[in-house]
């Protein structure tokens, strides 16, 4: 936990406090998205259409019917004939309408929830040879019924069951467009002609589509945006003229295909060629995106604010128009994140992998650049006038303006500069963070030096704050806070205060300490309690941002120009103004969790380090707000223990739902959300005395005795947003024999057999229990001896393998998910090697079992000779297999150790060698522990199947 607080508290404050200037454009990052897998959809990846339902979930167009996505569950429905799903779209009845091949029809849902395709020639009146009516292209609804074109002939049928009409297609009738309550249509060799009951009539200026298609028209209210394959066009009362500019000439190279206008007025067009361009309400070029090599075939909004993409290979949700973006892989980052800073019209990189930097080419596109200055972790970063100061695993650098390289100012073997701090009250002073120092960082003469080290004497610092010059308060994750004066002049500490229990802060004993301030006053975290500053002693704190988050041992606040920033690496909250209200912030992306930390960047930019990468935040984008979330009941079934099923009404708002006794509950809960599905907690009052953990949406509830009962649901997405709770009443029947008045008849009769015997029962168990207890008191101390002995010995068995005296199999299971989560939280590496004894089989062979049991014993003790107890787990995996887990190793030292082991067991006088299979890797939140013993498994009988006596490294 010390380089997670540490990296999340420390340096952000240069960035609030540095003088704004006048630098190049950010680095462009790219919008947030998900790609849906065929994996995920279980059909082929090629879709043809979108539309959105009326409760939010999305209905996609696929080759194989129709899929409805409501943010957890894939449901496919299929089409007659296993005809593919051509054009959807849902009418202004709510229902979804689909085209298909030789059928046309809507989705309905059935009784249990599930949803089945009704087919609806019979009602558009098509008899026999009609019905073969080819490809349905379009599903146009309108506001007093849906038109359906299919191949030679365009359908409607009224929303009222009033009789459908057909009328004849000709072979040059392209797309229909509705605009302003009428219906548009594009005839090759004649141009764009308004659609009047069958009739064609050709809108002035509409020559000019003639022999261009028309991949789009947007309804602006009083004119009509067309979007042409030559560029834009304004359509009104006056005619049809092109738009020009930048937008138009750009989309004359383009195959355009498909049209989206979104919530903030821009247009996205969609081309052949798998690119999305975003148009502002100007017609300036916001966004160009790259897809891949698939064909746009369709786009859609959904009601979070989403873009839907859908492609011949490819289905994709982006956050568009959003303020956010990302910087990933695909910008060249590599390894997980620790600090970033604009310097000198580049974004500077510290992260797992070193020091690299992003640049701007003048083709606009991103270019990265790894950085030879380590060789191992890059940590911290400050820019100013005098230079980019690079804390590093070795140390401190410092990059001088104009230098090609970085001069060293701070150099340790074991100890480098994890976290770096600029001085809110002293120009040019930064405090730079070890694990054993705190160095005083100054600019004197346009330079940076460093010549003031003060040792922390224990402190493993998690937050530094400034209060006055030289005044600091510091979060300790090993004990109390801590209060310095420090004379500036000299480095020393004048006065150094504690606090703990006797000034009103108590510490956690496992994770300490830690600091922030907000308006000027200081505030502390300690465990799960929040504390601020009062005089000389620390309250409890009871109000946000502390009081906002679920994990508040995470919490760290932020003062930044663009407002105060709260965060923990699950949430996400600001405050614009010190008087405005904390609001959630939802940037809506898997590749975007875990929040790390978050620092305004000389360039003005908000920056946060994720898990996977940095997210961006333009102020000046506002994306269309989502709209409210909506749970649900979706299914309430009750089961008796005969097998017998009932189903019950999902609602209860005028009267409690009636269970029958003696039967449990299955319930289904839903919410529809496309960012990042849902998940769902639980109360039923009475029974449980608290919140169940966020879980699924499938509930289980017991038989339950007779009686009322009110269960209370919560549901909100995985990144944080929430729908307003829902209760269930349900009353649970009384068995035949509980009915009251029963009851009391047999309270009667057995008052006057209590009574009876009530004298004679109590001198009896009197007795009884005195003689027991005599017994008892006899036997207890003997009984806690054997008790003692035994669980020792079960202990000892638990843990130890009994013929090598090492670990076994189950403390090293347990032993790596310790040590990977503690690597995940503190981003280390991991690395274990599995270690086989050559030819041992034939050793147990030639000379008995016993003789082998004694061998095994002593490749044991050499083993244990070859690692460190404290720090390293050696356990026996199996047979003659070891295993040694490495935390904090990356792969490249651990083959190193296993070629030192195989060495050592060569050279020994044991008569045997071994073979050792390496793997390692830093942990991430989508592997599991057990992955890294595949790996070093797998790199074993690589080993061995190479001859044996060899060590083999994880090739990834």
């Known amino acids: 936990m010390f380089l997670n607080r540490l990296f999340m508290v420390g340096l952000l404050a240069a960035a609030c406090f540095a003088p704004t200037v006048a630098l190049a454009k950010a680095v462009p990052g790219a919008p947030l998205l998900r790609h849906f897998s065929n994996d995920e959809t279980k059909t082929p990846p090629s879709h043809l259409a979108i539309a959105t339902g009326v409760n939010g979930e999305m209905y996609i167009g696929n080759v194989e019917g129709v899929l409805r996505y409501d943010g957890v569950d894939w449901l496919l429905t299929p089409l007659p004939g296993r005809s593919p799903a051509r054009s959807l779209a849902t009418g202004a009845d709510g229902q979804v309408y689909v085209g298909g091949y030789d059928t046309f029809g809507k989705l309905v849902r059935k009784d249990d929830g599930s949803l089945a395709y009704e087919e609806l020639l019979t009602r558009a009146g098509l008899r026999n040879g009609q019905r073969h009516v080819g490809i349905v292209w379009e599903v146009v609804p309108m506001a007093d019924g849906v038109y359906f074109r299919a191949e030679s002939a365009l359908h409607f049928l009224p929303y009222d069951n009033t009789p459908a009409k057909r009328w004849p297609l000709a072979e040059q009738v392209r797309s229909f467009y509705p605009a302003g309550g009428q219906l548009y249509t594009r005839v090759h060799g004649r141009g764009l002609c308004r659609f009047i009951d069958g009739r064609l009539e050709l809108v002035p200026g509409g020559g000019v589509f003639a022999e261009q298609s028309l991949p789009g028209l947007v309804d602006r209210g009083d004119w009509r945006l067309l979007v042409g394959r030559d560029g834009l066009y304004r359509a009104d009362a006056d005619g049809i003229r092109p738009l020009p500019g930048p937008a138009s000439r750009l989309l004359a190279a383009k195959r355009s295909y498909v049209t989206q206008a979104l919530g903030d007025g821009s247009v996205v067009v969609g081309t052949h060629d798998g690119e999305l ?191 006055a010059p030289g005044e600091l308060w510091l979060g300790d994750t090993r004990g109390p806070l801590q209060h310095w004066t420090v004379d500036l002049t000299t480095g020393k500490v004048a006065t150094r205060e504690t606090f703990a229990d006797d000034r009103g802060l108590a510490v956690d004993a496992q994770g300490g300490t830690s600091v922030f301030q907000l308006d000027g006053r200081i505030h502390a975290i300690s465990g799960e309690a929040g504390y601020r500053l009062e005089g000389a002693r620390f309250v409890p704190d009871k109000g946000p941002p502390f009081t906002l988050v679920d994990r508040p041992h995470e919490l760290v606040v932020h003062a930044t120009p663009l407002g105060d920033f709260a965060y923990t690496t699950r949430q996400l909250w600001r405050r614009a103004t010190p008087d405005a209200e904390w609001q959630p912030l939802y940037p809506g992306a898997q590749a975007a969790a875990g929040y790390s930390y978050l620092r305004v960047s000389r360039d003005g930019v908000l920056r946060i380090a994720t898990w996977n990468g940095l997210l961006q935040y333009d102020p000046d984008e506002h994306a269309v707000p989502p709209q409210p979330l909506r749970l649900s009941m979706e299914s309430v079934v009750a089961r008796s223990v005969e097998g017998g099923v009932l189903r019950l009404p999902t609602r209860s708002a005028n009267a409690p739902v009636r269970v029958p006794p003696g039967h449990s509950l299955n319930l289904r809960f ?58 269930y009443r349900f009353q649970v029947l009384p068995r035949w024999y509980e009915q009251w008045w029963l009851m009391a008849l047999g309270l009667l009769a057995l008052a006057g057999l209590a009574v009876a015997i009530t004298l004679w029962a109590v001198r009896q168990r009197t007795e009884r229990y005195l003689a027991a207890n005599r017994r008892l008191e006899a036997r207890i101390a003997e009984r806690t001896r054997e008790l003692e002995d035994v669980n020792r010995k079960l202990a000892e068995l638990v843990t130890e393998d009994a013929l090598t005296g090492v670990s076994n199999r189950r403390a090293l299971e347990n032993g790596l998910r310790r040590e990977w989560f503690r690597c995940l939280d503190q981003r280390r590496p991991l690395s274990v090697l599995m270690i086989d004894v050559d030819h041992f089989k034939a050793y147990n062979d030639a000379h008995g079992h016993l003789e082998g049991d004694i061998q095994l014993k002593g490749i044991a003790q050499r083993l244990h000779q070859q690692h460190d107890p404290q720090r390293e787990l050696l356990a026996r995996y199996g047979g003659e297999e070891f295993a040694l887990l490495l935390p904090g190793v990356h792969q490249e030292e651990a083959v190193r150790r296993a070629e030192s082991i195989r060495a050592a067991i060569a050279a020994s006088d044991a008569g045997m060698t071994v073979s050792i299979g390496v793997a390692g890797f830093m942990p991430d939140v989508q592997a599991e522990p057990d992955s890294l013993l595949r790996r070093a498994d797998a790199a074993l009988y690589a080993a061995k199947r190479a001859g044996r006596n060899r060590v083999q490294a994880d090739g990834g």
């Open 670 to 727: 839903g919410m529809v959300s496309m960012e990042s599905g849902a998940e769902f907690r639980y109360l039923l009052h009475g029974v449980t005395p608290e919140w169940s953990g966020w879980t699924d949406r499938d509930l289980f509830i017991r038989a339950l005795a007779a009686g009322d009962y009110v269960l209370e649901v919560q549901a909100r997405t995985r990144n944080g947003r929430q729908a307003a709770s829902i209760s």
């Open 277 to 467: 361009y975003r148009f502002g309400a100007e017609f300036d070029l916001r966004e160009r995106i790259d897809l891949g090599a698939f064909g746009i075939q369709a786009l859609g909004l959904d009601r979070e604010g989403g873009l839907w993409a859908a492609t011949e290979g490819d289905l994709v949700r982006l956050s568009l128009p959003s303020p956010w973006s990302f910087l990933g892989e695909v910008q060249g980052l590599a390894g997980n994140p620790n600090d970033f800073e604009w310097h000198e019209g580049a974004l500077w990189l510290a992260s797992s992998r070193g020091i690299s930097r992003l640049t701007i080419g003048a083709d606009g596109d991103t270019r990265h650049s790894a950085l030879p200055w380590t060789e191992y972790e890059g940590y911290a970063l400050h820019s100013s006038e005098a230079g980019l100061l690079v804390g590093l695993r070795e140390g401190l650098q410092v990059l001088d303006p104009g230098a090609n390289a970085p001069r060293v100012l701070y150099e340790h073997a074991n100890h480098g500069v994890y976290s770096m701090q600029a001085s809110t009250h002293v120009p040019g002073l930064v405090y730079a963070v070890t694990a054993t120092e705190l160095l005083l960082v100054e600019e004197r003469d346009g330079r940076w030096h460093m010549d003031k080290q003060i040792p922390l004497d224990g402190i493993s610092i998690s937050g530094l704050e400034e209060t």
